[in-house]
Nanobody, 128 residues
Framework: QVHLVESGGGSVQAEGSLRLSCVVSGNTDTRYCMGWFRQAPGKEREGVAIIHYAGGDTYYATSVKGRFTASRDKNVNTTVYLQMNSLKPEDTAMYYC????????????????????WGQGTQVTVSS
């Protein structure tokens, strides 16, 4: 069983930065894919960044490419990060960390339906 706890959300002005953290505990199988998703009111949950925990391969949504960076720390308290720069008002959403052991050909899925384990979420609000 894997347990995820996010932190680091908050309110910033446009062009500001935030760093989200997701502490992973429990059965930290290194085959896991870790995902950052977000959901704004009235919108579907969308994949923002996906990182393969063992290999470090990453995927980014087009809307955040070049501004967001996902990374992971495989030390004692395994943690996954999402560095968010040049934030825009449209980045405002609840951000969730998620974990999955589902892969295809060694690659991670980028859809929420393939991630069965979720954190509680952390709110990010960007003002103009």
């Amino acid at each position: 069983q894997v347990h995820l706890v996010e932190s680091g959300g908050g309110s910033v002005q446009a062009e500001g930065s935030l760093r989200l953290s997701c502490v992973v505990s429990g059965n930290t199988d290194t085959r896991y894919c870790m995902g950052w998703f977000r959901q704004a009111p009235g919108k579907e949950r969308e994949g923002v960044a996906i990182i393969h925990y063992a290999g470090g391969d990453t995927y980014y949504a087009t809307s955040v490419k070049g501004r967001f960076t996902a990374s992971r720390d495989k030390n004692v308290n395994t943690t996954v990060y999402l560095q968010m720069n040049s934030l825009k008002p449209e980045d405002t959403a609840m951000y969730y960390c998620a974990a999955s052991s589902f892969t295809y050909g060694g690659y991670c899925y980028a859809t929420a339906a393939r991630f069965p384990i979720w954190g509680q979420g952390t709110q990010v609000t960007v003002s103009s």
